[in-house]
Each structure stands twice: as C-alpha cells, then as structure tokens.
C-alpha cells in the first residue's frame, strides 16, 4: 500500500463524515497530551533540570524547529503523498541562505533565498508527483540525495559560520520572554489550522487525500492540489531553515539530516495516517514537543549522542504502530 | 498451480527493453572516447570490484520494489552487518564465525522489516526509514563511531583471492545474480514476488501463505547484506559505522533504471543488472574526471529522471498505436 495510490476503496471518508468524527479526535489529541505530560513527569523526577524555565522553554524551541518541518509533511501526508525531502532541503536551503549572508549581502536576501530554494524544490517534487506520475516517496527520496548532494557540493567541506545579530534573532531571541520560533510554531499553527479547516482549499487537500478518485470526480482538480501541498511543503522547509541556521549561526551540509526521522514521527505520532485523509496540524505539534521530549530526555540523562538514531528509529516504528492501531480496520485481506 | 501458469506466460511476452539499454551503451562509448584511463586493463577490473557490491544489493532490492515494497534500510544494515563481522573477527574467531554472525545480523532485520510490512500492513519506506535509524544507531553504539581494525589477514586475503581470473568479489556477486534468477523464475517463491507485487490479495484468497512469502523477500535482503559484508569489509579489510549508509540509493537507482516498477509487480533482474552496470560506469568515469561524489549522487538522480520520461513516452506511444 502506497500513499498517493490509494485504492478507492480503502479508506473511503468523505468530508461529510468528518464532522461526526470530531468527538474520537478530541479523545485522541487529549490521549497525546497525557502522554506529553506523562513523558515531563518522568523527565522531572529523573531529571532536577527538567523543570527550569530556560530548560522547558529550549524543549518548546527544539519543538518549533521539529514542528516547522513536520507542518509542511502533514499538509503532504493528509494530502495522500510523502515528502522525504524536508530535510535535505532545509539543508541545502540553509548553506544558500548562509552563503548570500555571509557574502555581505542583507539577511532578508538570505531569507529570501532559503524561501526562494526550498519553495522551488518543493515545486519540483510536485512536478515529479503529478507530471511525471512517480510514487511520492520515490520522488522525493531522489530529491532528498539531490539536494543534499547540492548542499555537499556548495559548502565543499567548509562550514560557513557568524551571522548578524538581528538576523540571529530569528532563532536565539526572546520576545516577553519566549524564544521568537515558537511565536513563529504557534503563528504556523493558527493559520495551518484555518487553512485545513474552514477553507476550500484545504477542505479539498483533506478530500484528495482521503479518496483522489472521488476528489477527480467531484470536480477537484487534483494535481493542482497535490502541487500545492508539496510547495507548501517547500516552503515550510525553508522557514525551518531560517530558524535553525538563525539559532545555531552556523551551517554545514549535515545540520538537516538528523532531523528526518524525528519529524516523520513527530507526524505520525500527531496521528496523522500515512494513507492520506486523516489526522491534523494540531496533533502535529503535540507529537513535535513528544518527539522534542525525547530528545531532550537523553541529552538530560546523559545518554551518548551515539544512541540518538537508535532511539528515535524506535520510535519512528512506535509511531506507524500508533498509524496502525488509529486506523481502526486492515486494508490488507490477509 | 494456475497461478504459476498464468504468470509465466505473462513474463514471457515479449517487452521492450528498457531505456536504459541505449543510455548505458552511449555513456560506455562517451566513457572509452573521452575519460583518458577507462579503457585500462587495471580501471576495467577496478570496474568490476566497485559494481560488486551494489549488484549484490541490487538483485534482493529488486524482488523488494517488485512486490511494492522498498528497503531503505540496505545500506545502514550492510555498515552494521559489517561492523559485526569486524568485530568478531578483532575478537580473535575465525572467519566462519564471523560470516555467521553478519548473516544472522542481516536476517535479523530482513526478518523485522518483513513482518512489519507483511503481517502489519505498514508503508515499507517508513518502516525500512525506521529501522535504519536502528542499524545505524546500533553501528554507532558498538563502535564509539570509530572505524574497526586489526581484523588479520584472513578476509583481506579472501577478497583478493581469484578463480581462473575472476576476482572472489565478482565471483560472489555473479552467484547472487545466478542464485536470484534461479529463485526468481524456478522457484514457487519467485512466482509469488510477481503475484505479491501484482494483486496480494488475489494471492491470499488463492489460499496461499502470502504473508510468509512477503516476509521472505524482505529475509533475502537481509541474507545477502550479511554476505555482501564479506566484501565491504574485505576490501577495506576494516569496518567503518556509517561506510555504506547511501548505498541504497545507487541499488535503488540500478532498480528503477533497470524498468523495474513499483505498482505492477513488474520487473526484469537483466535490467537492474544493466542499471547496476550504467551507474557503476558513470560513478567510475566521473570520479577519473576528478567530480565529486556529491555530484555524482546529482547526476544519477537526473538519469534517474531522464529514463523515466523516455519510458512513459515510449508508453505513450504504444498506447497510442494500440
């Protein structure tokens, strides 16, 4: 079973339906927060730097970031496609934007730039989705080895490092007292939510997801929406790459890979099915800070950075699990 | 067996070859007029050392992505597979003990991903993206993320034995196509890889165990990365965590070249073969004209692209005289 080939009648839930199954999302946004809070009450009784401001407030940036690259798959996945590309495209875009930076140039043109980048890249996944008819994942997988190819090939080793103080604002200031990224995670929220809710638009990438054939024949036009997602998708990338080069202030062409597989279980976590139709942003950012969590978890227990891929492959398989028993029936006969 | 009839005689329609025939004979050609140092004696047996071990990967991911599956997760347990093998050698054991141990490691996880995608219906390129994360951590965590050495002189003699002038590797890569083939089109086994890959579930209402067939396929994966460790680890004669994560990539790419394809429990070993071949000839000619890896990676990818648009034109158009 593909995403983006879904049988018609394999999960088969009209936007009409929706309304009616409110009440069991409810439960199981409520069901992630008690694990979230579960998850901090053992951190907190292992941990005594749990529970300090300045370490709740690093998990909820560590949050953002994660969460800014998942919004953009969960737009793609409920969409009924994948991008394994969000990270290798954050990558490539943060180099750019650094490299326009650091040439002199102001830092709104690096923002520009990384936008610019990942949007395209976003754009040419979408062409090889709906023009070009591969499966998403394969797409996408080629473009994760091209951009990251790209990016090796631009910094050639080097790393490209010390930014101006205002832009890195974007990922190391405080507004009120709360990092600037999770203003920015909880804006991306607001509007994720709106969008996917209460318009047209989103209302229809909801439909394609949960039944492109009937989709088609209602009238949606289908590959304009598939398009649409993995732009976003693109778009969101490049965000998350503002942000991460803006707090670390320096970028090297392997900062986004360690992030892949936190943000596909951050997704998957939030609920949200791999087989298209179902799940919401909102979920998605409860699995970004259980996923932000975790990794904090071990740094906070001193657990080598060795086990960090262990750890989270672990989790990315509980994840599709939760995907499997959220799903409520088989689409294999056997 | 109905099943097997019929899904004989569809093999055996004649189909035409894939792009990538015409494409790897004039990158040959582009090769041997302009790379100065292709066409020599030492670069040509060099040739078949580099492709060894991606024809090795290549032939189990086929039957992988011809049952509509994916294993991203090949390149991350060939490290692991690896780094075992070296450590049980560094303990001082023989190279029996060794190879059993990177087989088991490499059964292990063909076993895990195989039932996770058979008897749970999960997406193979989450769960194989899952259990790279295991094998890498794993590799990571048993070796500090230091390379291992000082495994003797056993295995780096092994891999530089040959038979009647075939190197050993090449030797152990052509037997994996042989015993694949073999597999694929005699066996009861290789007629359920079409079957899978074509309808799963006409399959299981058949009455046959399609679930124990499906986790198979992902087995033999696992059971060529334990013996495909021999060679990476002999050439090196040492084991580094993380040496052949993105290796997949090329297996895949020699699969998808080859015209195998993902949703029609479609394909040809022959064509990956040629895949394997058309990317072990670019990579090599790319690296003698002094590019860089990276680049290399971009430029399969554009292949990649390229075949696929001549293939769906070339389908295009049969459609259209049909």
Redesign the interface.
């Known amino acids: ?3 983006g ?1 879904n049988a018609p009648e394999a999960t088969s839930r009209l936007p009409a339906h929706w309304r009616h199954r409110l009440a069991g999302d409810h439960a199981a946004l409520a069901l992630r927060a008690v694990l979230i809070a579960l998850i901090g009450l053992a951190l907190a009784l292992s941990s005594d730097a749990f529970l300090s401001t300045a370490n709740v407030l690093n998990v909820l940036r560590q949050a953002s970031l994660i969460f800014l690259l998942a919004a953009g798959l969960t737009l793609v996945i409920l969409c009924g496609g ?1 991008d ?1 590309s969000v990270a290798a495209n954050l990558t490539l875009s943060a180099c750019l934007a650094a490299g326009v930076i650091k040439a002199g140039f102001s830092p709104w043109l690096g923002v520009v730039t990384a936008l610019a980048c990942s949007t395209a890249a976003g754009a040419l996944n979408g062409l ?1 989705v709906t023009l ?4 998403p ?2 797409a996408t ?3 994760l ?2 951009l ?6 631009y910094m050639g080793g080097q790393e490209i490092f010390g930014f101006p103080p205002a832009f890195r604002a974007l990922g190391t200031g405080f507004l009120l007292g709360v990092p600037v990224p999770v203003y920015l995670m909880a804006a991306v929220l607001v509007a994720a939510t709106i969008f996917m809710r209460s318009t047209n638009l989103g209302q229809e990438i909801y439909a394609v997801g949960a039944n492109p054939e009937a989709a088609r024949l209602s009238g949606i036009p289908v590959r304009r929406r598939q398009m649409l997602v993995y732009m976003l998708s693109g778009l969101m990338s490049g965000i998350a790459a503002v942000v991460f080069l803006a707090r670390v202030n320096a970028a090297d ?1 392997g900062m986004g890979e360690p992030l ?2 936190p943000v ?1 279980a951050a997704v ?1 976590i939030g609920g949200t099915s ?1 087989f298209g139709g179902v799940g919401s942003v909102l979920g998605t950012v409860l699995g970004s800070i259980i996923l932000a969590l975790v990794i904090n978890g071990m740094n906070l227990l001193d657990i ?1 950075a ?9 989790v ?2 509980a994840a ?2 939760v ?2 028993v959220g799903r409520g029936r ?5 | 067996m109905p099943v097997s009839a019929s899904s004989r005689s569809v093999r055996r329609h004649a189909r035409p070859l894939p792009a990538i025939l015409p494409i790897g004979l004039l990158l040959v050609a582009g090769a041997l007029l302009a790379v100065h140092g292709f066409a020599s004696a030492r670069n040509i047996a060099n040739l078949g050392l580099q492709a060894s071990i991606l024809l090795m990967l290549s032939m189990p991911m086929t039957l992988i992505i011809m049952s509509e599956g994916l294993d991203l997760s090949a390149g991350a347990v060939l490290s692991l597979c690896s780094v075992v093998m070296a450590e049980v050698l560094a303990s001082g054991h023989g190279l029996a003990g060794a190879l059993a141990a990177s087989i088991a490691v490499g059964l292990c996880f063909g076993l895990g991903n195989g039932a996770l995608v058979s008897l749970l219906a999960l997406p193979p390129f989450v769960v194989t993206l899952g259990t790279l994360g295991i094998a890498e951590g794993a590799s990571l965590v048993l070796t500090e993320g230091n390379a291992v050495s000082g495994l003797g002189t056993d295995i780096a003699c092994l891999y530089a034995l040959d038979f009647a002038g075939v190197p050993f590797p090449v030797l152990v890569a052509l037997a994996t196509w042989l015993f694949t083939y073999l597999l694929l089109h005699y066996t009861r086994f290789g007629t359920y890889v079409f079957a899978i890959g074509g309808n799963r579930d006409a399959l299981v209402l058949a009455g046959a165990p399609a679930w124990a067939y499906h986790i198979a396929i992902y087995a033999f994966g696992g059971l060529v990365s334990g013996v495909a460790a021999l060679l990476l680890t002999g050439r090196m004669n040492a084991a580094h965590p993380t040496v052949a994560i993105g290796m997949e990539f090329d297996a895949i790419a020699a699969v998808v070249l080859g015209g195998t394809s993902f949703e029609r429990g479609d394909g040809r070993l022959l064509g990956t073969v040629l895949g394997v071949a058309t990317i072990t000839v670019l990579r090599n000619a790319l690296d003698l004209l002094g590019v860089e890896s990276s680049l290399q990676v971009v430029s399969i990818g554009a292949l990649i692209l390229l075949v696929i648009v001549i293939d769906s034109l070339r389908r295009t158009r049969r459609a259209q005289a049909a």
Do not use: N
């Not at chain 1, 060795?306 to 672990?314: F, S």
């Not at chain 1, 088989?330 to 056997?334: D, L, M, T, V, Y």
């Open positions: 079973m593909i995403p080939s994948f394994l090889a070009l008819r591969l499966p994942f394969l997988y080629a473009m080895w091209i990251q190819g790209l990016a090796f090939h062409a892949l597989l596909i998957l791999l080598r060795q086990w960090q891929p262990l750890v989270v492959g672990v990315l398989l599709v699990m995907d499997l088989r689409e294999r006969i056997g």
